[in-house]
C-alpha cells in the first residue's frame, strides 16, 4: 500500500457546495445563474428522470409486483437509491432511543420521490415563542421570506389555491385537479365533523410553465419521479438548468469528509472520498454552501474540527446538532362500505392526494402547544404487492353482493370478493409541529466509522408529551371523520396510551431539521438569518439544518425559499468583497 | 415538448431518446465523472442501482423450492384462484413462479411457506396415506375446507389456516398484479390521460356533485372524443 494521497483538483471555484437536494439544487440554480464558476459535490450517482424510468412501468416489470427492499424501502419503483439502512454507512442511537435516518444518495437526493407537498410556512411559524413561550422565534419573519415563497412558486410550479387563511398563505398557484370519489366523500365527512378540507397544495405542473418541462399526464407516479420533469426534483428542475449555463461541474459518488479551513478559520473548500475508486480529492473555493440534509451537514461540521475550530465548525454556540427534530405522525385506515362494487374508470389523477386539511384548531382550548395537518389517501390504486392482503378479516364482515359468506375462503367465490372490496379503502395521515428541544441533538459517535473511516452520527431523541398528546387528538379526530363519512375503521384504531397513540418514532416522517440553526445570538445559533455561519463568514448552511422549528408544513418549500435567499446574499457578498 | 408530443412519445416509448435528450447535451460535457448505472437484466429494465442488480443476480442464482413443494403450491394457488369467466387461474399467471421469487426476496417468508407445506403433507398422509398432491381432488378440497375458514376452523387445524392465509395472500399478491390479473381487477390507470374528475353517472350514482368553487378553481379538459 502506497502512501495516502489527496488529489487536490486544480480548478479554484467560486462555491463549493455538499448535496444536490432541494437546498443544493436551488443553491447551485442562483449560483451559477449569477456566473458564479460552482463545483457540486453529490454522494450518490447521477440521475435523470428521463433516463432512470421505473415510472409507467407495469407491476409485473417488478420481480417482486412493487414490494419494498432494504435497498427501496418505499417500493420496487419508487425513485429513491438509498433507505433507513446503508451498507456502509451505519449510524447509532443512544440507549433505548429512536432515530430513522432516511437517505438519497443520489443526484436531487430525496427530491426525486417525495410527496411533492408544497406548503408556505405561515406567518405564526416564524415566531412560535411568541405565541406560547415554547423553542424559540426566527430571527426571520414571513415578510422576509414572502418575496422567495413567490418567486419559488413561479420558477417550480405549485398548484393550490388562495383561501385567504391567516397562517397558511396565499401563493401563486396553478390549478387545481378536481377531487377523486373518496376524496369528495373525505371532504363531506371531515367538514360536517369540523375539519376544513382544501385543494392540496403539491408542486407538479396541472400547466406547462416552460419549455423545459412537460405538463403533469396524470399517472400519480411522482414518487417514481418524472420523465417529463413535471414535478419538482432538483435533479431535473434545478440542477440540470444549472448545470446547462456552463458554470457548473457536478462530482458524483463524492462522500464528503471534512471542510477545510485555514490559520485563519476560514473555509478553503471540502475533502471528500470517492465511492468509485476510494481514493482521496479535495476541492477548494472561495465559500462553502452545504445542503447535505439537516443531519449530514451537523456531522460535516461537527467532524471539521481544527485548532481555530476545536468543537467543530461553526460550533463555538455548542448547538450544531441539537434541536434535532421531526414532523410528528399518525395514520389510521378503512373501508368506505358505499364503494364497494364500485364501478371502474382511470382515477390515477397526479402523485398524491388532491384534496388536504390544514390544521384548524385553535390551541388554546387545547392540550398541546402547535398544530398538524391531515394528509389523505384512498381509491383504485394500480395493484402491486399485499394487494387483497387479509381478505379474511373483510370477506366475512361485510355481505358481499347481498351475500353474508364465511370469513377466508377460496376459488370463483374467493375472486368476487377481492373485485368487490377494490377500491374501497380510504385512509388519513397527520402530519404536525414537533418542539425543538436542545437536548434532542445528534452528535459524533466517538467509537464508530463508517466504511469511508468517516467518524457516524450517533443520535439522542425523545418525543416529548406534547407530541404523544398531539398524535392522540389526531386518532380522535381521525375517527371522528371515519364516523362521518361512514367509514369502519380497518388499521390504527385500537392505539393508546401503551403506544404513544401510534405516534410514528422520529425521523420516520423525513423531515428532519433545526440541527444548524439561524438565530441573531451566536451564543444560541450557529448562522445568522442568511444561513450564513456566526463563526465562519465563508460557510453556509442551505438544507433543513438552518430552521429554527417547522411548523406543520413539509419544509422543502421553505429549504427552496431559504436557499434562494442565502444564495442571492452570498452573490452580493461576494460582489461587495465582504467574502 | 409540447403535451401532445410528450403524451405521444411516452405512449412509444420514446421519449427517454427524444427531445429531452437534446436538451442535456451541452450541460452533459460538464459532468465531471458521470456515473451511469449499468444496464441490468432485472425485468421490464426498471432503472437499477447497482446494489439492485447484485440482489437480483444472488436471488435468481438458485432455487428454493423442491419439485414436490412447487407442485403444491402450484395446486393450492390454483385452488385458490381458478379460472372463471372473466380471468384465468393463478398458474395461467404465473404465481407459483412469482412465490418462488419472493420467498428469496422475503426470507421471512420461508420457514412458514415450507413448514405449512409440511404441515400439510402430514395431514394428508394421516388421512389418506398420501401427499396432499397425490391426493384426490375431493382429497384436496377436503383439507382445503378445514383450513380456508380462519373462523370457523377446529382449534388443531390453526397452523393449517395460518399457512393458508399466507398462501392465499401470496397468490393474490402474485395473481392481481400480473397482466392477467390486472385486466380482471379492471385497473385502468397507470397511462397517461388527462383527469377531468369524477365521471357523470358516478357523481349520480353517489349522490354527489363537483361544487361551483371547485369547478371554477380546477382544471378542466375538454372531453370531446
Redesign the interface.
Given at each position: 500500500m502506497g502512501n495516502l494521497q489527496v488529489k487536490a483538483a486544480s480548478k479554484k471555484y467560486d462555491v463549493i457546495i455538499v448535496g444536490s437536494g432541494a437546498g443544493g439544487g436551488m443553491s447551485a440554480y442562483i449560483l451559477a445563474n449569477a456566473g458564479l464558476k460552482v463545483c457540486l459535490l453529490e454522494a450518490g450517482?447521477?440521475f435523470?428522470p428521463?433516463?432512470?424510468?421505473?415510472q409507467?412501468?407495469?407491476?409485473?416489470?417488478?420481480?417482486?409486483?412493487?414490494?419494498s427492499?432494504k435497498?427501496?424501502p418505499f417500493g420496487?419503483?419508487d425513485?429513491s437509491?438509498g433507505g433507513w439502512d446503508i451498507?456502509g454507512e451505519p449510524y447509532t442511537t443512544e440507549g433505548d432511543t429512536k432515530w430513522d435516518w432516511f437517505r438519497s444518495r443520489?443526484l436531487g437526493g430525496r427530491t426525486n420521490h417525495w410527496g411533492r407537498i408544497s406548503l408556505r410556512f405561515g406567518p405564526k411559524d416564524f415566531k412560535g415563542r411568541s405565541i406560547d413561550g415554547l423553542g424559540d422565534d426566527w430571527p426571520i419573519s414571513y415578510d422576509d421570506v414572502k418575496p422567495f415563497y413567490d418567486r419559488v412558486d413561479k420558477l417550480i410550479g405549485v398548484?393550490g389555491?388562495n383561501e385567504g387563511l391567516v397562517n397558511d398563505p396565499d401563493g401563486f398557484f396553478?390549478?387545481?385537479?378536481?377531487?377523486?370519489?373518496h376524496e369528495?366523500?373525505i371532504k363531506?365527512g371531515a367538514t360536517s365533523a369540523g375539519v376544513n378540507v382544501i385543494?392540496s397544495r403539491l408542486s407538479i405542473l396541472?400547466?406547462?410553465i416552460n419549455?423545459?418541462r412537460?405538463?403533469c399526464?396524470?399517472?400519480?407516479?411522482c414518487s417514481r419521479s418524472c420523465?417529463?420533469?413535471a414535478d419538482f426534483s432538483s435533479s431535473s428542475v434545478l440542477v440540470?438548468p444549472a448545470?446547462?449555463t456552463?458554470n457548473?461541474?457536478?462530482?458524483?459518488?463524492a462522500m464528503a469528509r471534512e471542510v477545510l479551513t485555514n490559520k485563519e478559520g476560514l473555509a478553503t473548500g471540502i475533502s471528500y472520498v470517492s465511492k468509485?475508486d476510494l481514493q482521496e480529492y479535495s476541492v477548494s473555493g472561495r465559500v462553502v454552501v452545504l445542503a447535505a440534509s439537516a443531519c449530514e451537514s451537523a456531522r460535516l461540521l461537527l467532524n471539521s474540527r481544527s485548532a481555530r475550530h476545536p468543537n467543530g465548525l461553526a460550533n463555538s454556540s455548542d448547538v450544531v446538532g441539537r434541536y434535532l427534530h421531526d414532523s410528528t405522525g399518525a395514520s389510521m385506515s378503512g373501508v368506505l362500505p358505499?364503494l364497494f362494487d364500485?364501478?371502474?374508470?382511470?382515477?390515477?389523477?397526479?402523485g398524491g392526494a388532491h384534496v388536504y386539511s390544514p390544521w384548524w384548531l385553535d390551541n388554546k382550548k387545547l392540550d398541546f402547544p402547535r398544530g398538524y395537518h391531515i394528509e389523505y389517501g384512498g381509491g383504485?390504486?394500480?395493484?402491486?404487492?399485499?394487494?387483497?392482503?387479509?381478505?379474511?378479516s373483510l370477506n366475512?364482515k361485510f355481505l358481499v353482493k347481498g351475500k353474508q359468506k364465511?370469513?377466508?375462503?377460496?376459488?370463483?367465490s374467493?375472486?368476487e370478493d377481492?373485485?368487490f372490496f377494490?377500491g374501497a379503502g380510504v385512509h388519513m395521515a397527520g402530519r404536525g409541529e414537533a418542539i425543538a428541544y436542545k437536548d434532542n441533538y445528534c452528535a459524533i459517535d466517538p467509537n464508530v466509522v463508517d466504511k469511508y473511516g468517516i467518524p457516524v452520527l450517533k443520535f439522542n431523541v425523545k418525543w416529548s408529551e406534547y407530541e404523544i398528546k398531539q398524535a392522540k387528538h389526531m386518532k380522535e379526530t381521525f375517527k371522528e371523520i371515519m364516523h362521518s363519512m361512514g367509514a369502519i375503521v380497518t388499521s390504527g384504531g385500537d392505539d393508546g396510551p401503551e403506544n404513544d397513540y401510534g405516534l410514528a418514532s422520529p425521523g420516520k416522517i423525513i423531515h428532519e431539521a433545526g440541527t444548524v440553526r439561524m438565530g441573531n445570538d451566536a451564543k444560541k445559533s450557529a448562522l445568522n438569518k442568511f444561513s450564513q455561519a456566526h463563526d465562519c463568514k465563508n460557510v453556509f448552511v442551505v438544507d433543513g439544518g438552518q430552521f429554527v422549528s417547522q411548523g406543520d408544513k413539509n419544509i422543502t418549500w421553505t429549504i427552496l425559499a431559504l436557499s434562494m435567499r442565502a444564495s442571492e446574499y452570498l452573490v452580493d457578498e461576494l460582489k461587495k468583497q465582504n467574502l | 415538448?409540447?403535451?401532445r408530443k410528450?403524451?405521444k412519445a411516452?405512449a412509444l416509448g420514446t421519449?427517454?431518446t427524444g427531445l429531452?435528450?437534446d436538451?442535456?447535451k451541452?450541460?452533459d460535457k460538464?459532468?465531471?465523472?458521470?456515473?451511469?448505472?449499468p444496464e441490468s437484466n432485472?425485468?421490464?429494465?426498471?432503472?437499477r442501482?447497482p446494489?439492485?442488480v447484485e440482489?437480483?443476480k444472488k436471488i435468481t442464482s438458485y432455487t428454493f423450492f423442491t419439485a414436490h413443494e412447487m407442485a403444491t403450491i402450484t395446486l393450492l394457488a390454483d385452488?385458490?384462484?381458478?379460472q372463471?369467466e372473466?380471468?384465468g387461474s393463478a398458474s395461467d399467471a404465473k404465481v407459483p413462479e412469482?412465490i418462488e421469487?419472493?420467498v428469496k426476496?422475503?426470507p421471512d417468508h420461508q420457514v412458514p411457506m415450507r413448514g405449512g407445506l409440511k404441515w400439510l403433507d402430514i395431514q394428508c398422509n394421516k388421512r389418506f396415506e398420501k401427499a396432499f398432491k397425490d391426493c384426490s381432488l375431493s382429497q384436496q378440497i377436503e383439507i382445503?375446507n378445514e383450513i380456508?375458514?380462519?373462523?370457523?376452523a377446529k382449534p388443531e387445524m390453526k397452523q393449517g389456516?395460518a399457512f393458508?392465509?399466507r398462501m392465499?395472500?401470496l397468490t393474490?399478491?402474485?395473481f392481481?398484479?400480473?397482466?392477467i390479473?390486472?385486466a380482471?381487477?379492471?385497473?385502468?390507470?397507470?397511462?397517461?390521460?388527462?383527469?377531468?374528475?369524477?365521471?357523470d353517472?358516478?357523481l349520480k350514482?353517489?349522490n354527489?356533485a363537483?361544487s361551483e368553487k371547485?369547478l371554477k378553481?380546477?382544471?378542466?379538459f375538454d372531453v370531446k372524443k
Amino acid at each position: 500500500m502506497g502512501n495516502l494521497q489527496v488529489k487536490a483538483a486544480s480548478k479554484k471555484y467560486d462555491v463549493i457546495i455538499v448535496g444536490s437536494g432541494a437546498g443544493g439544487g436551488m443553491s447551485a440554480y442562483i449560483l451559477a445563474n449569477a456566473g458564479l464558476k460552482v463545483c457540486l459535490l453529490e454522494a450518490g450517482p447521477m440521475f435523470d428522470p428521463a433516463k432512470n424510468i421505473t415510472q409507467l412501468k407495469k407491476p409485473w416489470d417488478s420481480p417482486r409486483r412493487g414490494a419494498s427492499t432494504k435497498l427501496r424501502p418505499f417500493g420496487d419503483f419508487d425513485a429513491s437509491y438509498g433507505g433507513w439502512d446503508i451498507e456502509g454507512e451505519p449510524y447509532t442511537t443512544e440507549g433505548d432511543t429512536k432515530w430513522d435516518w432516511f437517505r438519497s444518495r443520489m443526484l436531487g437526493g430525496r427530491t426525486n420521490h417525495w410527496g411533492r407537498i408544497s406548503l408556505r410556512f405561515g406567518p405564526k411559524d416564524f415566531k412560535g415563542r411568541s405565541i406560547d413561550g415554547l423553542g424559540d422565534d426566527w430571527p426571520i419573519s414571513y415578510d422576509d421570506v414572502k418575496p422567495f415563497y413567490d418567486r419559488v412558486d413561479k420558477l417550480i410550479g405549485v398548484f393550490g389555491t388562495n383561501e385567504g387563511l391567516v397562517n397558511d398563505p396565499d401563493g401563486f398557484f396553478l390549478p387545481p385537479p378536481k377531487p377523486r370519489l373518496h376524496e369528495l366523500l373525505i371532504k363531506k365527512g371531515a367538514t360536517s365533523a369540523g375539519v376544513n378540507v382544501i385543494p392540496s397544495r403539491l408542486s407538479i405542473l396541472t400547466q406547462q410553465i416552460n419549455k423545459e418541462r412537460g405538463a403533469c399526464f396524470y399517472c400519480s407516479q411522482c414518487s417514481r419521479s418524472c420523465q417529463v420533469y413535471a414535478d419538482f426534483s432538483s435533479s431535473s428542475v434545478l440542477v440540470k438548468p444549472a448545470m446547462a449555463t456552463g458554470n457548473v461541474d457536478v462530482i458524483a459518488n463524492a462522500m464528503a469528509r471534512e471542510v477545510l479551513t485555514n490559520k485563519e478559520g476560514l473555509a478553503t473548500g471540502i475533502s471528500y472520498v470517492s465511492k468509485d475508486d476510494l481514493q482521496e480529492y479535495s476541492v477548494s473555493g472561495r465559500v462553502v454552501v452545504l445542503a447535505a440534509s439537516a443531519c449530514e451537514s451537523a456531522r460535516l461540521l461537527l467532524n471539521s474540527r481544527s485548532a481555530r475550530h476545536p468543537n467543530g465548525l461553526a460550533n463555538s454556540s455548542d448547538v450544531v446538532g441539537r434541536y434535532l427534530h421531526d414532523s410528528t405522525g399518525a395514520s389510521m385506515s378503512g373501508v368506505l362500505p358505499h364503494l364497494f362494487d364500485r364501478k371502474r374508470y382511470n382515477e390515477d389523477g397526479v402523485g398524491g392526494a388532491h384534496v388536504y386539511s390544514p390544521w384548524w384548531l385553535d390551541n388554546k382550548k387545547l392540550d398541546f402547544p402547535r398544530g398538524y395537518h391531515i394528509e389523505y389517501g384512498g381509491g383504485m390504486s394500480n395493484p402491486s404487492y399485499g394487494f387483497g392482503g387479509g381478505i379474511e378479516s373483510l370477506n366475512g364482515k361485510f355481505l358481499v353482493k347481498g351475500k353474508q359468506k364465511e370469513a377466508g375462503g377460496y376459488g370463483k367465490s374467493l375472486k368476487e370478493d377481492y373485485r368487490f372490496f377494490y377500491g374501497a379503502g380510504v385512509h388519513m395521515a397527520g402530519r404536525g409541529e414537533a418542539i425543538a428541544y436542545k437536548d434532542n441533538y445528534c452528535a459524533i459517535d466517538p467509537n464508530v466509522v463508517d466504511k469511508y473511516g468517516i467518524p457516524v452520527l450517533k443520535f439522542n431523541v425523545k418525543w416529548s408529551e406534547y407530541e404523544i398528546k398531539q398524535a392522540k387528538h389526531m386518532k380522535e379526530t381521525f375517527k371522528e371523520i371515519m364516523h362521518s363519512m361512514g367509514a369502519i375503521v380497518t388499521s390504527g384504531g385500537d392505539d393508546g396510551p401503551e403506544n404513544d397513540y401510534g405516534l410514528a418514532s422520529p425521523g420516520k416522517i423525513i423531515h428532519e431539521a433545526g440541527t444548524v440553526r439561524m438565530g441573531n445570538d451566536a451564543k444560541k445559533s450557529a448562522l445568522n438569518k442568511f444561513s450564513q455561519a456566526h463563526d465562519c463568514k465563508n460557510v453556509f448552511v442551505v438544507d433543513g439544518g438552518q430552521f429554527v422549528s417547522q411548523g406543520d408544513k413539509n419544509i422543502t418549500w421553505t429549504i427552496l425559499a431559504l436557499s434562494m435567499r442565502a444564495s442571492e446574499y452570498l452573490v452580493d457578498e461576494l460582489k461587495k468583497q465582504n467574502l | 415538448m409540447d403535451r401532445r408530443k410528450s403524451l405521444k412519445a411516452i405512449a412509444l416509448g420514446t421519449l427517454s431518446t427524444g427531445l429531452l435528450v437534446d436538451a442535456c447535451k451541452d450541460s452533459d460535457k460538464k459532468v465531471i465523472e458521470e456515473k451511469a448505472i449499468p444496464e441490468s437484466n432485472v425485468a421490464g429494465n426498471l432503472d437499477r442501482y447497482p446494489a439492485e442488480v447484485e440482489q437480483y443476480k444472488k436471488i435468481t442464482s438458485y432455487t428454493f423450492f423442491t419439485a414436490h413443494e412447487m407442485a403444491t403450491i402450484t395446486l393450492l394457488a390454483d385452488i385458490i384462484i381458478p379460472q372463471d369467466e372473466i380471468s384465468g387461474s393463478a398458474s395461467d399467471a404465473k404465481v407459483p413462479e412469482f412465490i418462488e421469487f419472493i420467498v428469496k426476496d422475503m426470507p421471512d417468508h420461508q420457514v412458514p411457506m415450507r413448514g405449512g407445506l409440511k404441515w400439510l403433507d402430514i395431514q394428508c398422509n394421516k388421512r389418506f396415506e398420501k401427499a396432499f398432491k397425490d391426493c384426490s381432488l375431493s382429497q384436496q378440497i377436503e383439507i382445503v375446507n378445514e383450513i380456508a375458514y380462519p373462523v370457523k376452523a377446529k382449534p388443531e387445524m390453526k397452523q393449517g389456516v395460518a399457512f393458508f392465509n399466507r398462501m392465499r395472500n401470496l397468490t393474490a399478491s402474485g395473481f392481481y398484479t400480473s397482466e392477467i390479473g390486472v385486466a380482471d381487477m379492471g385497473f385502468k390507470g397507470n397511462a397517461p390521460n388527462q383527469w377531468n374528475g369524477v365521471p357523470d353517472e358516478v357523481l349520480k350514482q353517489y349522490n354527489l356533485a363537483y361544487s361551483e368553487k371547485e369547478l371554477k378553481e380546477c382544471i378542466s379538459f375538454d372531453v370531446k372524443k
